[in-house]
C-alpha cells in the first residue's frame, strides 16, 4: 500500500509552482502512455491560460537529447520545460541544465528524487500496474482544475496502451481514474471479450489479427478465421455490411465467445490464458461509434499512405521493388541538407484503403515517368517555389525532383558457388572446380568480375537457357563475329570452358555452352529458363553492380539489345521491369534516360524503348563502352556535334537566387540581359549555364569584398566605389545621402559627424547585401553539387478503381524515391506528432491518419510474431532469447516479446530477452517478465540499468515486469554474460 498522504503533499508542491509560471515546453515518450499523457498536461496547461510554446516526442531520453534541448530553450525562449513518461533516471542531468525550472511526471523505476519528480513508484505505488505516466499527468491535472476530469478518458487510453488492465481490469490508482471518467460522463466499462478490435474490426480481421493473445491457428490465417465463423453460424457479412464484435447482436456474441473459448481448448491454451479473455472493456463515450478510438485499448498513431502498390521504390543498393513487396531494412532517400542521397532506415511500412472522399491522382513527366498518390502527397517540387508540395497544388509546367544520381555501392567478393547449397555441388579432386550434382561437366569457381556480369547483360538480351544449355545469338557480321571473340574469351577465362557448339545461319549463328551448372549460376542469378522477353529483370544482380561491375553489364545490355541511330543510342525489350533497372544503373554514371513503350507489332504486349540523348549523356557513357564498336561511334559524334540542348539540365529551382544574386552585385547590364530574359520568361537557367554563372558571381563578390576591405583601412571612397562597382546614386541611397553630398564627399569634402555615421551605415550595408549574396552561392553551389535533376510535369489526372496505397515512416530524412521522383513520409514536417494530434482532439487529418496505421500496426505484430515463432526461442540458463536480426522494428520488438511471453508457448520460470537494432545501428534490448518472477525478485529496470553501468555507451531501465536499453552492437556478448550473471544474483538475494 502507497503513502497517499505523501503523494498528494508531493502533487500539491508542484501544483502550486506551476501556478505561478508560464511559457512551458512539453517533452513526452512516443508510445501510447506518452502521448495521452503529454495530452492531458498541455490541455492542462492551456485550459489555465498558460503558453506551450513547443512539444517533443521521443523514444527514449539519452544525454544527448538533454543537451539538446537547452539548446532548444535558448532558440524558442521557454522558461520551463515538464517531462512525461520519461525522465525519472535523469534528474540530475535535468537539474545541471534547466535549474529548478523542471518537472517531471513519470512512472518508470527510480533511482534518485527531486521535489519536481512526482512517480507512483516514489510514494509506494507500481508504475507498473497501478499508475502509468497518463495517470501521473492526469492527477495532476485535475489537482490543477477540478473541471479536468473530463481528461480521464486520456487517463485510463494511456494506462490500457501500457498495459496495466493486464489482470483483467484497471487497478489501484487507475481505478480512481475511471470512476471519475465514469462520473464525468467521458467513460463506460462492462465485462465483454477483451480481445483488440472488438469495435472497429470486420469479424475476419478481428479474429486474423489477434496478438494479444495469440489464437493459434487463427491468427495470421485468414481462411481459417472464415472457416471458424462458417462453421459456428456466425455470418461474417450481415444486411450488406461486416459487422464488428460490437455489433452483433447478444446470442451471437455468446455464440462466438462460446465457440472461441471451446476451439482454444481444443488446441491447448493454458486455462489462465482463456480466462484472460473475458474481463472489463472501457468506452471512450465522447467518440463516433465504429471509430477506433471508442475503445480504451485501439487509441491509435501514425499513418499516412499514400502510393500505389505498384510503385517502385529504390531499395539502399538502387533496386527497384514495388512497395507492396518491400521487405528492406533500408532504402535510398534524400539528405534534405546537403541534397545528397543516403540510406536511409525504415521505421514502419503501411498500408491502408483508401479512405472516402480522398481522390487518387496520376503525374506524367516529361521524360515518361509517372507516379499515382493520394491528392495530398508531398513532392519534392518547384511551383514559383522549391519545397514539398502537395500532389494536388502541382501545375502543367511545374517541376518534380528526380534522380540525377545513385550513389556507388560496396560489395563482397561472391563466387559462382555461392549461389548453391554445399549439398548441391561436388567438388572436383584439387577442390577449385566444382559441379552441380546430376550434371557432367565441371566449371572453376570463379569470382563474378567486370567480365562475368557483360557476359550476364548479353546473355539477358541476345541468349537464352534450357536445361543443359546457355545459347548465345551473333550477327553475321564484322561486328557480332568482334563481340562473339571476345565473349569466348570471358567464358575460356571464367569458367575454364574452352568447347562450344554452333549453329551458323545466313545472317546469324549461334554459339552454346554445354552445362547445367553453368545454367544454374545465370538461372539463380535470374535469367529464366526457356522465353524470357516479358520475364526478364536485373534486379538479383544489382546488390554486385559496383560501377566498375555496372559498366560492363550496360556494354553487354547495349552490345545485345541496343542500337545507335542519329542522335540517340536506344535499347528495347518487352520487359518494363529491366527498362527500369537499366535506367537505374546508368544513373550510377549520373546518365539519365527515357523509357516509351507502344503496343509490339508482333506480339499482343508492348514494346519498350530507353534512349539515352544529349551530348553530356554520351560523354559520360564513352568511357563505360571501352573496347566495344559503341565507343568510336560516341566519340565520333562528340566530336562533330556542335552544341547540344537535348540534355542540358533544368534548373528551375535556383531561377530566382540567380536573379537576386545579379541585382545584389550590380551585375552590369550587357552582363546581365540573360537574367533580363530570365525575369522576363518562363525560361529556367540550364546546369551549364548557372555554373558559368556561379563562378563569374564569385570573382565578383570576392572583388567587392577585396574593395571594402581596402575601404576599411584607407578610407578612399572614390577608390572604393570604382572597385567595387558600385554607383554614386546607389551608394548614397545606402547612406540615407544625398547625390549631391554623395558627390561632394567624393570629391574631397571632408564629412562632417552626422555624415561620417551615414557612410559607415552605407558601409554597413553593402557588408550585409555581400554575406547574403555569399550565402545564395553556397545556396546555388549545394543545388549543382546536388544528386537532383528537374523533370517538367506534362500532365496531372484523377484516376480510379484502386482501392489500397501504401507509404513508409522512413527515420530522420522522411521522403524516399517513388518510381524515380522523390516524395515526402507519411511523418509531415509540421505535424509529425500525429498520435499527440489525436490525443489533443484533432479529428481531421491527425484522425484519419491515425486511422489508417492501426490495421498495419497489428499486421506488423503478427508478422514478428510468425518470424518468432519460425526461428525459435532459444533457452539460455536464466533466460529466454531471440535476436530478430533488425528484421523486427525496435518500436515493437518489446510488444512482441511480450505477447510472445504472455501466449503461454514459454514457461513463466525464466525472463525473455528479445533483441532488434535502432537506425544509428545500436541494439535494442526490451525484456519481459512474469508475474511470478517480480514476486520473487526480479527487477528487470534494475537489472538492464545494472547491466548498462558496466558497459561504455549503454544506457536503459524500466518498470520490474518490462524494461528496455540501448547497447553498442560489439557489446553484445559482454551484455548477454552480465544479464545472465545478474539475473542470478538478484533472485539468489532474495
Request: glycine share 6%; aromatic share 8%; proline share 3%.
Amino acid at each position: 500500500m502507497g503513502d497517499q498522504k505523501a503523494f498528494e503533499e508531493r502533487l500539491t508542491q508542484i501544483v502550486g509552482k506551476i501556478r505561478n509560471l508560464d511559457n512551458f515546453f512539453i517533452v513526452g515518450n512516443h508510445d501510447a502512455d506518452g502521448c495521452t499523457s503529454t495530452a492531458i498536461v498541455i490541455k492542462a496547461l492551456q485550459r489555465e491560460n498558460k503558453k506551450v510554446l513547443g512539444t517533443r516526442i521521443l523514444k527514449q531520453l539519452y544525454a544527448e537529447i538533454v543537451l539538446e534541448l537547452k539548446a532548444k530553450q535558448a532558440e524558442l525562449g521557454f522558461e520551463n520545460i515538464i517531462f512525461v513518461d520519461l525522465g525519472s533516471s535523469y534528474l540530475i542531468p535535468l537539474e545541471k541544465e534547466f535549474g529548478k525550472n523542471f518537472f517531471v511526471l513519470d512512472h518508470h523505476q527510480v533511482t534518485s528524487d527531486h521535489e519536481n519528480h512526482f512517480n507512483a513508484n516514489t510514494f509506494g505505488f507500481s508504475g507498473s500496474y497501478e499508475l502509468s505516466a497518463s495517470g501521473s499527468a492526469y492527477f495532476f491535472a485535475r489537482m490543477l482544475n477540478e473541471k479536468n476530469k473530463d481528461l480521464a478518458d486520456l487517463g485510463i487510453v494511456g494506462a490500457c496502451g501500457d498495459v496495466q488492465d493486464s489482470s483483467g481490469k484497471v487497478i489501484g490508482l487507475n481505478r480512481e481514474i475511471l470512476e471519475d471518467g465514469i462520473s464525468a460522463g467521458v467513460l463506460e466499462k462492462k465485462i465483454d471479450l477483451r480481445l483488440y478490435g472488438r469495435i472497429s474490426r470486420p469479424l475476419v480481421q478481428f479474429l486474423m489479427f489477434a496478438s494479444s493473445p495469440m489464437l493459434p491457428g487463427l491468427t495470421g490465417n485468414e481462411g481459417a478465421c472464415v472457416s471458424f465463423l462458417h462453421e459456428n453460424g456466425i455470418k461474417i457479412k450481415q444486411d450488406n455490411r461486416w459487422p464488428s464484435y460490437e455489433e452483433l447482436s447478444l446470442d451471437d456474441k455468446q455464440k462466438f465467445t462460446t465457440a472461441l473459448i471451446l476451439y482454444l481448448h481444443q488446441v491447448n491454451v493454458p486455462e489462465w490464458k482463456i480466462q484472460s479473455l473475458i474481463g472489463e472493456v472501457y468506452t471512450l463515450t465522447k467518440e463516433s461509434w465504429g471509430s477506433p478510438l471508442k475503445d480504451a485499448k485501439e487509441y491509435g498513431t501514425i499513418l499516412n499512405a499514400c502510393v500505389t502498390a505498384d510503385t517502385l521504390i529504390l531499395d539502399s543498393n538502387g533496386t527497384n521493388i514495388p512497395i507492396q513487396n518491400f521487405d528492406k531494412e533500408k532504402l535510398l532517400s534524400l539528405n534534405q541538407k546537403s541534397l545528397k542521397y543516403s540510406k536511409s532506415q525504415i521505421e514502419k511500412r503501411h498500408k491502408i484503403a483508401v479512405p472516402p472522399g480522398i481522390k487518387l491522382l496520376e503525374l506524367k513527366t516529361n521524360r515518361k515517368k509517372t507516379l499515382i498518390a493520394t491528392q495530398n502527397h508531398e513532392i519534392l517540387s518547384y511551383n514559383h517555389t522549391f519545397g514539398w508540395h502537395e500532389l494536388e497544388k502541382l501545375r502543367t509546367g511545374d517541376y518534380v525532383a528526380t534522380l540525377r544520381s545513385i550513389p556507388d555501392i560496396e560489395i563482397k567478393k561472391t563466387y559462382a558457388k555461392d549461389f548453391f547449397k554445399q549439398d548441391e555441388i561436388q567438388w572436383s579432386s584439387n577442390g577449385n572446380r566444382f559441379r552441380f550434382k546430376r550434371c557432367i561437366n565441371y566449371i572453376k569457381n570463379t569470382e563474378l568480375n567486370s567480365n562475368f556480369f557483360e557476359l550476364y547483360g548479353f546473355i539477358l538480351g541476345d541468349g537464352h537457357l534450357d536445361t543443359h544449355n546457355i545459347g548465345l545469338i551473333y550477327p553475321n557480321t564484322l561486328k557480332g563475329r568482334r563481340i562473339f571473340k571476345k565473349h569466348k574469351h570471358i567464358i575460356k577465362s571464367l569458367f575454364g570452358i574452352s568447347k562450344l557448339s554452333y549453329d551458323r545461319r545466313p545472317t546469324y549463328f549461334s554459339a552454346y555452352i554445354n552445362g547445367k551448372t553453368l545454367v544454374e549460376v545465370f538461372n539463380r542469378l535470374g535469367v529464366p529458363k526457356g522465353k524470357k522477353d516479358t520475364q526478364i529483370t536485373l534486379k538479383k544482380i544489382i546488390p554486385f553492380l559496383n560501377k566498375k561491375n555496372a559498366a560492363a553489364c550496360i556494354r553487354g545490355l547495349l552490345e545485345s539489345d541496343g542500337s545507335m541511330s542519329g542522335r540517340s543510342i536506344t535499347y528495347a525489350s518487352h520487359s518494363k521491369e529491366i527498362m527500369n533497372d537499366f535506367q537505374n544503373i546508368l544513373l550510377k554514371f549520373s546518365i539519365n534516360s527515357t523509357v516509351t513503350n507502344k503496343p509490339c507489332k508482333d506480339c499482343t504486349g508492348n514494346k519498350y524503348r530507353l534512349f539515352i540523348t544529349g551530348i553530356e549523356n554520351f560523354k559520360k557513357l564513352e568511357p563505360i563502352m571501352k573496347n566495344s564498336h559503341y565507343q568510336l561511334k560516341i566519340r565520333k559524334f562528340i566530336k562533330n556535334t556542335q552544341l547540344d540542348n537535348s540534355n542540358y539540365e533544368i534548373m528551375p529551382q535556383i531561377k530566382n537566387e540567380l536573379l537576386e544574386l545579379k541585382d545584389l552585385l550590380g551585375i552590369p547590364n550587357e552582363i546581365s540581359s540573360i537574367f533580363t530574359y530570365y525575369k522576363k520568361s518562363a525560361v529556367n537557367p540550364t546546369r551549364q549555364h548557372a555554373v558559368k554563372f556561379i563562378d563569374y558571381f564569385e570573382v565578383q563578390l570576392q572583388k567587392k569584398i577585396a574593395a571594402v576591405d581596402k575601404f576599411l583601412q584607407n578610407k578612399k571612397l572614390p577608390e572604393f566605389l570604382e572597385n567595387a562597382k558600385i554607383s554614386t546614386r546607389q551608394f548614397s541611397q545606402y547612406c540615407e545621402l544625398s547625390e549631391e553630398w554623395t558627390y561632394r564627399i567624393i570629391e574631397g569634402k571632408k564629412p562632417g559627424a552626422n555624415a561620417q555615421k551615414k557612410l559607415g551605415n552605407g558601409i554597413k550595408v553593402v557588408i550585409t547585401k555581400l554575406g547574403h549574396a555569399s550565402n545564395l552561392i553556397k545556396i546555388i553551389y549545394s543545388h549543382l553539387e546536388s544528386d537532383l535533376t528537374w523533370e517538367k510535369i506534362e500532365e496531372i489526372k484523377e484516376v480510379n478503381g484502386i482501392s489500397e496505397v501504401y507509404d513508409f515512416t522512413v527515420d530522420e530524412t522522411h521522403n524516399y524515391i517513388a518510381n524515380g521522383i522523390v516524395v515526402h513520409n507519411c511523418a509531415r514536417h509540421e505535424n509529425e506528432d500525429i498520435a499527440l494530434q489525436v490525443c489533443l482532439g484533432n479529428r481531421s487529418n491527425a484522425y484519419d491518419e491515425a486511422l489508417r496505421l492501426l490495421a498495419n500496426h497489428r499486421r506488423e505484430l503478427s508478422e514478428g510474431l510468425r518470424l518468432v515463432t519460425e526461428q525459435g526461442v532459444e533457452k539460455r540458463k536464466n533466460y529466454y532469447y531471440f535476436d530478430s536480426k533488425g528484421k523486427i522494428k525496435d518500436s515493437i520488438i518489446g510488444i512482441v516479446a511480450g505477447m510472445l511471453y504472455g501466449s503461454g508457448i514459454l514457461e513463466h520460470n525464466k525472463p525473455i530477452i528479445a533483441i532488434s537494432k535502432y537506425p544509428d545501428g545500436n541494439l535494442k534490448i526490451s525484456a519481459r517478465a512474469s508475474d511470478d518472477l517480480v514476486r520473487a525478485g526480479l527487477n528487470l529496470g534494475t537489472l538492464l540499468k545494472t547491466c548498462c553501468a558496466q558497459i561504455e555507451g549503454a544506457e536503459g531501465g524500466g518498470h520490474r515486469p518490462a524494461a528496455g536499453c540501448r547497447v553498442p552492437i560489439d557489446q553484445q556478448d559482454k551484455f548477454l554474460k552480465l544479464l545472465e550473471q545478474e539475473i542470478e544474483n538478484q533472485l539468489k538475494k532474495n
